[in-house]
C-alpha cells in the first residue's frame, strides 16, 4: 500500500507559478511510475503529466507542455508539479496517482492503483 498526499495547492493570479508536491508514504516510492491528474468543476478527470520511477522519462498532456514540469525526488520520496504560466483553465483538483509497471507513462485514470485526496489549484483572471 502507497499512502499519497498533495499539497502546495492555493489561489493564484493569472500568470503565475506554483509548485505542487506529492509527498508517499507507506511504502517506497521508488516502485512506482506516478502520475498527476486534475478534475474541474462538472468535468472528468485528465491527465496532465506522468514519470517514471526512474524519473527518466516524462509525458504531458498537450495543454500544458512547454508550462508544467513533473519531476520526483527519491531520497524524500516525493513528487513535484511545477506549473508556470498559469491560466484560468488550469483551475482544478490536482490528484497524484501511483502504479506498478503496467503504468508505465499512462494517461488513464484506470491504469492507477493508488490516489491522493486532491489540492486545489485555483487560477484568477
Known amino acids: 500500500q502507497v499512502q499519497l498526499v498533495e499539497s502546495g495547492g492555493q489561489l493564484v493570479q493569472d500568470g503565475g507559478s506554483l509548485r505542487l508536491s506529492c509527498a508517499a508514504s507507506g511504502r517506497t516510492f521508488i516502485n512506482y511510475h506516478t502520475a498527476w491528474f486534475r478534475q474541474a468543476p462538472g468535468k472528468e478527470r485528465e491527465f496532465v503529466a506522468a514519470i517514471t520511477w526512474s524519473g527518466g522519462s516524462t509525458k504531458y498532456a498537450d495543454s500544458v507542455k512547454g508550462r508544467f514540469t513533473i519531476s520526483r525526488d527519491k531520497d524524500k520520496n516525493t513528487m513535484y508539479l511545477q506549473m508556470n504560466s498559469l491560466k484560468a483553465d488550469d483551475t482544478a483538483v490536482y490528484y497524484c496517482?501511483?502504479?506498478?509497471?503496467?503504468?508505465?507513462?499512462?494517461?488513464?485514470?484506470?491504469?492507477?492503483?493508488?490516489w491522493g485526496q486532491g489540492t486545489q489549484v485555483t487560477v484568477s483572471s
Open positions: 496517482a501511483a502504479g506498478g509497471a503496467a503504468t508505465y507513462l499512462r494517461a488513464w485514470t484506470t491504469s492507477y492503483d493508488y
